[in-house]
């Protein structure tokens, strides 16, 4: 019977089901969560339409906030300061990094929000709820591209030649989605039973973009601190792609490793506790 | 015959007071602290908070096909029942096993978004509730056809009237053709017509092969006209399951909550009058025991009232009025039409109104409590007072009567071949 029944629903959804209070760890159910794929993707069509149709800037809020903020930091940082870039047009070294920052960082207040801003389906529908926060981040994706098509412009402006190793910069992507999502789901299922996430995140958002080489270069720090500034993963991601992109000169490689260790150990912990408290969502929001 | 749902011993509970919501993190660390503190006195280290089950012990097995009602009064466990089974919400104890497909409908149109537009909003929905792309591509005529909202399938929702919003909602989660639907009280949306056919597809649903249906509803008439069997839910325990006839009267004759017999405290309930006279409690009753003393088309119904005067008084205008779920009105029970009048006395009155026959098909409706002067302004105006349920109770034909789908109000009707 249970043969039949999946054949005729294409095994979209299991067709046995059994419902228990969980006991010990909660297992974290990818096949179901790849069988609401299609979700994944209509709530992230959602977002895009509404924010589209509701604001009139639209695309350019994409490009806005990175934008400005290299302006600023290029005018204080590299002028007043003279803070050094690895050898890089200031504009250029800082936009590389904003560029995936905004998106690192929208990806976080987003998803963070995310869970309560959609109680009416935590109530009333079941799906995976792990779909929520990882539509709140892939949504960033569509920003990052258009912020990442005008830092192309600028990389012609300036006379940058990609080379082999911009191909690079996906897995690096990769990275910052890894880490995003993975902050993003400890602080979405914390802000359902501790309201005062929300005050701390843009908090956390402005301390860690300074933590994170944005305005400055990491080979300011001696080592091992720069090293172990990875452990911060926006710091493999940055140092990466100013080395992928721009060709500086940032030996990025064990950064990389660390930041990709920690971010994968934050995603897979995040998975877990969201999976451990989600049972008691509808009944808390 | 193969079982869609099988449940043993399901249990929810829920804590009571400011934890149970969202604590701020100052809470959690204050109680962490005081928890560490009676560990150190050597206490259990838990803190004592109020604990309620919503629902416990409860047992038992869905054959697939079946199509069952769920009824209780308020707050007796039936949406969490509900809400357990749809995997919305976890079991303290307990286990349930579900074969097949699940649906569930708690609410209609959760997930629409104002800002998209109706074609938007079906896709958008029907991923919500489950669907996947290809079906909703191959329903999507068919849904906007029952939505009859075809002109404006473009138009932001916000813009659509109430009724249009319910009816592409209702439509969208109708297809969505799971092996097990879940239904939690939806019917009541729109207008009659469109309830009407809601129903119908509610029942076309059910009808087809081996479609398992479990519906909550406060409508008896609802149950009735879809339901074999019934499941009946008391304080969050599972007081009787069999087929629905005996289900409902039983529920019926151990109604509560402003049932048959109960006394109805309207003195502190919002009202309009110049207050000289004023309802204070108020009964009713049909007087028949196997209708659990329920009204029922065309049966008698008998209010009794407490009244309090301030001075001697006569009424000349006094009587109930019956209006249907829209707040249309339909039966004006006054005693003005017979040419009598109410003497009041000062201090508490007890006053009985009959109802010879009430010409009102299965449904719930709303009473209104009027009595005033035939000029100026009423005494006392109680708008609606409470609900009651006109049961579905042996006609003289087959045993059944219509709902209050097709038409609310009865009439006495003869055939003859010519």
């Not at chain 1, 930091?73 to 050898?87: E, M, Q, Y």
């Not at chain 1, 109680?119 to 591209?145: E, M, S, W």
């Not at chain 1, 090293?227 to 991601?237: F, Q």
């Not at chain 2, 969208?172 to 009407?196: K, M, S, T, W």
Request: proline residues 5%; aromatic residues 10%.
């Amino acid at each position: 019977m249970i043969d039949e029944s999946t054949r005729r629903h294409g095994a979209v959804h299991p067709s046995l089901t059994v419902i228990q209070p969980r006991r010990g760890r909660a297992p974290l159910e990818m096949t179901a969560l790849w069988s609401y794929r299609e979700l994944l993707y209509f709530l992230v069509w959602r977002d895009l339409k509404v924010r589209y149709r509701q604001t009139i800037l639209g695309a350019a809020w994409a490009v806005l906030q990175p934008f400005v903020t290299m302006v600023v930091f290029s005018a204080i940082f590299g002028r007043l300061a003279g803070v050094p870039s690895d050898g890089l047009p200031y504009p250029i070294f800082a936009f590389a990094a904003l560029v995936p920052w905004t998106f690192f960082s929208t990806g976080i207040s987003q998803a963070a929000a995310s869970l309560v801003g959609s109680q009416n389906l935590l109530k009333k529908v079941y799906f995976p709820r792990l779909v929520i926060p990882i539509a709140a981040v892939l949504t960033g994706f569509v920003d990052l591209a258009i912020a990442g098509a005008v830092l192309i412009g600028m990389m012609v402006v300036y006379g940058i030649v990609p080379t082999l190793t911009t191909v690079w910069v996906v897995p690096l992507l990769l990275l910052a989605f890894v880490a995003s999502l993975g902050v993003g789901l400890w602080l979405s299922a914390l802000n359902v039973r501790y309201r005062d996430v929300r005050y701390i995140v843009p908090f956390l958002l402005q301390i860690w973009l300074f933590a994170t080489p944005i305005a400055y270069p990491s080979s300011l720090l001696p080592e091992p601190w720069r090293t172990l500034s990875a452990l911060n993963p926006m710091v493999g991601v940055v140092e990466g792609i100013r080395w992928a992109l721009l060709g500086a000169d940032t030996a990025p490689g064990p950064l990389i490793l660390v930041s990709s260790a920690v971010a994968v150990v934050v995603l897979v912990g995040g998975a877990y506790y969201f999976r451990h408290v989600e049972g008691t969502f509808a009944d808390i929001v | 015959m193969d079982l869609a749902i099988r449940v043993e011993g399901l249990g929810k509970q829920y804590t009571l007071g400011r934890t149970s919501g969202n604590e701020t993190l100052r809470e959690t660390l204050a109680n962490a602290t005081s928890r560490i503190g009676s560990l150190v006195r050597g206490g259990s280290g838990e803190p004592a908070r109020e604990r309620i089950w919503a629902l416990r012990d409860v047992s038992f097995e869905i054959r697939a096909g079946q199509v069952v009602g769920i009824i209780g009064a308020n707050g007796a466990g039936k949406s969490t029942l509900l809400k357990l089974l749809s995997r919305i919400t976890e079991p303290t104890v307990g286990r349930a096993t579900i074969a097949g497909r699940v649906g569930s409908l708690l609410e209609v149109g959760t997930g629409f978004h104002p800002e998209l537009t109706g074609r938007e909003n079906i896709y958008l929905n029907g991923a919500i509730l489950g669907m996947r792309r290809a079906d909703i591509r191959q329903r999507f005529d068919e849904i906007v056809e029952f939505a009859e909202v075809t002109r404006f399938l473009d138009t932001a929702v916000k813009h659509y009237s109430d009724g249009m919003y319910l009816r592409l909602a209702f439509a969208v989660a109708a297809h969505l053709e799971p092996d097990i639907l879940l239904v939690d009280e939806v019917l009541a949306v729109g207008d009659a017509r469109f309830q009407r056919k809601c129903l119908g597809k509610m029942a076309e649903i059910a009808d087809r092969d081996g479609r398992t249906v479990l519906v909550v509803s406060h409508s008896m008439g609802t149950i009735q006209r879809l339901c074999d069997h019934s499941i009946l839910i008391e304080a969050g325990r599972l007081a009787e399951m069999g087929p629905t006839p005996a289900i409902v009267a039983r529920y019926l004759s151990d109604a509560t909550t402003a049932g048959p017999g109960q006394w109805i405290d309207v003195s502190a309930a919002p009202r309009r009058g110049t207050g000289e006279a004023r309802f204070r409690r108020v009964r009713y009753s049909s007087g028949v025991e196997q209708a659990g003393f329920q009204p029922y088309p065309d049966g008698p119904l008998e209010f009794t009232f407490e009244i309090e005067a301030d001075e001697p008084r006569t009424v000349p205008s006094f009587g109930v009025v019956f209006a249907d779920r829209n707040g249309a009105k339909l039966v004006n029970a006054d005693i003005l039409a017979e040419g009598e009048t109410l003497q009041l006395e000062p201090g508490l009155n007890r006053v009985r109104l009959s109802i010879e026959a009430l010409h009102l098909n299965a449904g719930v409706y709303q009473v209104t409590l009027w009595m005033g002067d035939t000029v100026g302004a009423g005494f006392d105006l109680v708008e609606p007072a409470f609900d009651v349920d006109v049961v579905a109770f042996e006609s003289a034909g087959f045993g059944v009567t219509p709902g209050s789908e097709y038409g609310s109000v009865t009439c006495h009707v003869s055939v003859e071949q010519l």
